[in-house]
T-cell receptor
Framework: EAQVTQNPRYLITVTGKKLTVTCSQN?????MSWYRQDPGLGLRQIYY?????VTDKGDVPEGYKVSRKEKRNFPLILESPSPNQTSLYFC????WGQGGGQPQHFGDGTRLSIL | EDQVTQSPEALRLQEGESSSLNCSYT??????LFWYRQDPGKGPEFLFT???AGEEKEKERLKATLTKKESFLHITAPKPEDSATYLC????????????FGTGTRLKVLA
């Protein structure tokens, strides 16, 4: 089954404790992306990657890191989480062809609470 | 600044009562405009991609259209199972490959 898998689905942690949210896709997609979703603000893109070792900032990258060492995986790293990073996070992936503009497939989300 | 605005924020319809959702966008260049459906507790689910003004796509009770400044998602004779949040997104073509989402329209269809 084609899918984007995020782990963990839920996490409660404390300020300053480094954490990683993993994302894996089995569709051989080139493009992968992380979003956060907050009430009233909608989905905002954090980082995206167009292929292995190629990443770029979205609209809200501050406080986050990513890496793309393998095509299927795109982990999101919070080196020193703060309460304002409490949010619902989604990973997404898509093919990259003909200059972009391909629909994304989304994971089921990670609800992150930072106390 | 690139921007996507959806209206209305929320919409309540009676079963069978057709309506339209609006997505207006201001971007420096457009690679594609996307409509997604999101159910509570789930990730967005892809519905349509539109690439150029005048394009239309249709699927069951949904029809998406695109002009140079906005897109409409028309819902014909909706059913309660169409209740969800509908999201509009654009992928910009201004030297980046970002996606920008609107804040969505929450649709409730009453039986």
């Amino acid at each position: 089954e084609a899918q984007v898998t995020q782990n963990p689905r839920y996490l409660i942690t404390v300020t300053g404790k480094k954490l990683t949210v993993t994302c894996s896709q089995n569709m051989n997609h080139e493009y992968m992306s992380w979003y956060r979703q907050d009430p009233g603000l909608g989905l905002r893109q954090i980082y995206y990657s167009m292929n292995v070792e190629v990443t770029d900032k979205g609209d809200v990258p501050e406080g986050y890191k990513v890496s793309r060492k393998e095509k299927r995986n795109f982990p999101l790293i919070l080196e020193s989480p703060s309460p304002n990073q409490t949010s619902l996070y989604f990973c997404a992936s898509s093919f990259w062809g003909q200059g972009g503009g391909q629909p994304q497939h989304f994971g089921d989300g990670t609800r992150l609470s930072i106390l | 600044e690139d921007q996507v605005t959806q209206s209305p924020e929320a919409l309540r319809l009676q079963e069978g009562e057709s309506s339209s959702l609006n997505c207006s966008y201001t971007v420096s260049g457009l690679r594609g405009l996307f409509w997604y459906r999101q159910d509570p507790g789930k990730g967005p689910e892809f519905l349509f991609t539109l690439y150029s003004a005048g394009e239309e796509k249709e699927k069951e009770r949904l029809k998406a259209t695109l002009t140079k400044k906005e897109s409409f998602l028309h819902i014909t004779a909706p059913k309660p199972e169409d209740s969800a949040t509908y999201l509009c997104a654009v992928q910009v073509a201004s030297g980046t490959y970002k996606y920008i989402f609107g804040t969505g329209t929450r649709l409730k269809v009453l039986a």
